[in-house]
């Protein structure tokens, strides 16, 4: 079984900067491919929204709010996802979530996977 495990959420005054890092654990060995990273945030009494994508061979979007300050990396061979996340604003304060598309072995497709969640709370 494959998990996906965030980390670097915390509490950090406005301007501040925090990287978010998600790894896959647990049968790693039986993940044969992977596709789409993306991070998405979820603030209180908010919908979940999609905050930075990328894409297995680099390629990335932004969702306009966090454009300019926020970079989403990956390293495919510690199967893991990155964000940094520069000039933080109290808006910014949300649950931020980590979700992966990735191809298991024996396997004819990519199924979704999601992390816990990590807290960033932003003070003004």
């Known amino acids: 079984q494959v998990q996906l495990v965030e980390s670097g959420g915390g509490l950090v005054q406005a301007g501040g900067s925090l990287r978010l890092s998600c790894a896959a654990s647990?049968?790693?060995?039986?993940?044969?491919?992977?596709?789409?990273y993306r991070w998405y945030r979820q603030a209180p009494g908010k919908q979940r929204e999609l905050v930075a994508a990328?894409?297995?061979?680099?390629?990335?979007n932004y969702a306009d709010s966090v454009k300019g300050r926020f970079t989403i990396s990956r390293d495919n061979a510690k199967r893991a996802v990155y964000l940094q996340m520069n000039s933080l604003k109290p808006e910014d304060t949300a649950v931020y979530y980590c979700n992966a598309d990735l191809r298991l072995l024996r396997s004819t497709r990519y199924d979704d996977y999601w992390g816990q969640g990590t807290q960033v709370t932003v003070s003004s």
């Open positions: 990328i894409t297995g061979d680099g390629s990335t």
């Open positions: 647990g049968s790693i060995l039986s993940i044969y491919a992977m596709g789409w």
